[in-house]
């Protein structure tokens, strides 16, 4: 180790295109810095390379490495001298790529990390003779060594080169370790990365199994609660996805430039996010560079645009496909909404397989977006709408529901999570139920896929609708995602361009899907957007997303039930972040206007869902309803603001 020092020189890279190290310290660094970039690393930021002790990051590495039983990458003393294709890391030159190649491996091959693809790999004799470049290392493959390296408490003594100061939460954590407390660090935000309360034995575990791809089980502080969070470090330390398993909502702030505004003077707080959510830039981002770069029509074009904005379109199908776990793009059609793929299931699938005296199965927690196409073709048709009952708490009563179903039952549909007062049924097991009648099912997923991971696959789902615009995507975009078979068995909803193959006046062969459903100039941009919120949620994780919303909902909800003559209507046991509350003798308007003069944004009235009002004998409530990036912050100025309303009202 007393190598590394002597060889440690400045921390800043060189100036110019390609960063060309003096040590192993610099890579270090500079790979620290790409997981912190990535968000693959639990530090917020890091001001300068000054402050990072890259020396105790390098014998960290080199500690941990030899007891893999491996090395780190091998730094000749003169990068460019023609010794350098024998060490056991080469750059070499084919292709005009940078290219990383290790011919230590047993097979003989050489490992290629490459940002092209080659087609070629070479072993260490091919390498003779070609030219050698100043090594250039791959900050990726540095950095999964640097994650990999952190598998043990006592190598992260010094993370930073100025140590905590005495008296600090920091230092006065002995019994935890000086080295088990990372400091994440944004401005005056300072958030442990365990709680006070973590044993020793939890803490090494953690460490131990980070590197291993285990599951384990950590107390992870959010704010001031405190959950058991179960994560798979190979999972959670992907670097492709650059997911964290500890989620900061002040990283993510940054990212949504409305949430940076003030209204009325005051700071913006959304809590009206089951309405719509707030959009990170790198989805507007997306869109003004498909309307600034690349605006064309898609499919058929002859031109450049044409197939950049074609291939785009279709990219951002794939992600939405993986995203919810699809068995096929073609399965993802895109639709105006949730609303429209609500309708356009009911239009096609359900006039061509329901008849009168047929029966359709709803819930009381429905939206009326999954209330009226069933009404209105239940009318035409002839049929029967059924609807299971809820209990006090607002859940479904299991066996009601059960009994619903009859030999005339034809079609149920349901709720993922309920946008007026936050109940997530038990989605996979009441589709099980129905599939046991053969009846197929629709889930209105609008309210859930933004709060939960959702694998369509799993459910069983036939059809799953939801919104772009919920989805931290654009508005005006959103998907009906349907069986391969039942899509293909389903008529045409509307006629016109693109949704066709042939047409003469006597005849029209009809297009395959996804083409059959998407008639005539589709939401080009939207669907580019929409694409992007989901690289952007792969990369938080929505398993991250599950868990603090989880934690940040009990939070919220603790706050308001502290204050006098203010009820929570909703108590289910499972649900996502909405809370909607009434007070005493004040009207939900007023509170609305109230909120809105500090900064808070709610939702007041009855949220296109009455009949679960009207269950209470309410026609109004007041919503806050939360995203990942609302903090406990956000819930103790509600809470402030709502007890001083209250105050004044007396």
Not at 10 to 25: A, L, T
Request: proline share 6%; charged share 25%; with cysteine.
């Amino acid at each position: 180790m007393t190598m590394l020092r002597e060889n440690q020189k400045r921390n800043e890279p060189k100036s110019g295109k390609s960063f060309v190290p003096d040590s192993i310290e610099e890579i270090a660094g500079k790979a620290v810095q790409y997981l912190v970039s990535q968000e693959a690393l639990p530090i917020k930021s890091f001001p300068s390379m000054e402050e990072i002790d890259t020396v105790k990051i390098a014998e960290a590495i080199q500690k941990s490495l030899e007891r893999a039983g491996t090395t780190f990458p091998n730094i000749p003393e003169d990068p460019a001298s023609e010794e350098m294709s024998l060490e056991p890391s080469v750059i070499a030159r084919e292709n005009k790529e940078n290219v990383l190649i290790n011919p230590n491996l047993s097979d003989g091959k050489s490992l290629i990390h490459s940002p092209g693809d080659l087609s070629k790999v070479r072993t260490p004799a091919q390498n003779q003779g070609i030219e050698t470049l100043p090594f250039t290392p791959d900050f990726a493959k540095v950095a999964e060594m640097i994650m990999n390296s952190l598998n043990g408490s006592k190598d992260l003594q010094q993370v930073y080169s100025q140590p905590p100061a005495s008296g600090s939460d920091t230092a006065d954590a002995k019994h935890m370790g000086e080295s088990e407390l990372i400091k994440s660090r944004s401005n005056s935000v300072d958030t442990d990365l365990f709680s006070p309360d973590t044993k020793q034995e939890e803490v090494d575990s953690f460490f131990k199994n980070m590197s291993s791809g285990l599951s384990f089980d950590v107390p992870v502080q959010y704010g001031q609660s405190y959950s058991r969070s179960r994560v798979k470090s190979h999972e959670q330390f992907d670097l492709g996805l650059g997911k964290r398993i500890f989620h900061d909502p002040h990283v993510y702030r940054n990212d949504f430039p409305v949430l940076q505004r003030k209204v009325h003077g005051k700071p913006l707080i959304w809590l009206d996010n089951a309405a719509t959510t707030q959009k990170p830039k790198q989805v507007i981002d997306a869109i003004t560079q498909y309307y600034s770069e690349y605006n064309s029509n898609i499919h058929r074009g002859a031109h450049a645009l044409a197939a950049e904005a074609t291939d785009a379109y279709e990219e951002a199908r794939v992600k939405i496909q993986r995203f919810m776990g699809a068995d096929y793009p073609e399965e993802v059609i895109f639709v105006r909404g949730t609303t429209e793929g609500i309708n356009l299931v009911a239009q096609t699938h359900g006039y061509r397989n329901i008849e009168k005296g047929d029966e359709i199965i709803l819930t009381m927690l429905e939206h009326h977006s999954n209330i009226v196409p069933w009404q209105i073709l239940a009318k035409e048709r002839g049929a029967i709408l059924k609807v299971a009952p809820v209990n006090a708490r607002g859940e479904i009563v299991q066996e009601d529901y059960e009994a619903l179903f009859s030999r005339r039952t034809r079609f149920v549909a349901m709720t993922h999570g309920s946008n007026a007062i936050g109940t997530v049924p038990p989605v996979e097991k009441m589709i099980k139920i129905a599939h046991e009648y053969d009846v197929p099912v629709l889930v209105d997923g609008a309210q859930s896929i933004p709060h939960m991971p959702v694998n369509v696959k799993r459910l069983d789902a036939d059809f799953y609708a939801f919104s772009g615009h919920k989805l931290f995507g654009p508005m005006g975009i959103g998907i009906i995602y349907g069986k391969k078979h039942l899509l293909e068995d389903m008529p045409p909803w509307q006629g016109g361009g693109s949704m066709i193959k042939t047409v003469e006046f006597e005849h029209t062969e009809f297009n395959k899907l996804p083409e059959k459903f998407e008639a005539g100039t589709p939401n080009v941009a939207g669907a580019i957007g929409l694409g992007k919120a989901v690289d952007y949620l792969n990369k938080v994780s929505m398993e991250n997303v599950s868990r603090y919303e989880r934690t940040l909902l009990e939070y919220g909800e603790k706050e308001l039930r502290a204050i006098p003559g203010l009820k929570i209507i909703g108590e289910a046991r499972e649900k996502i972040g909405v809370i909607s509350f009434i007070m005493d003798k004040i009207p939900s308007a007023e509170i609305g206007k109230k909120l809105d003069a500090e900064g808070i944004a709610v939702r007041e009235g009855h949220h296109c869902a009455q009949p679960i009002l009207k269950h209470y004998n309410l026609t109004s409530t007041v919503r806050a309803s939360l995203a990942f990036y609302n903090t406990k912050e956000d819930f103790d100025k509600l809470a402030q603001t709502l007890d001083r309303i209250r105050k004044k009202w007396m």
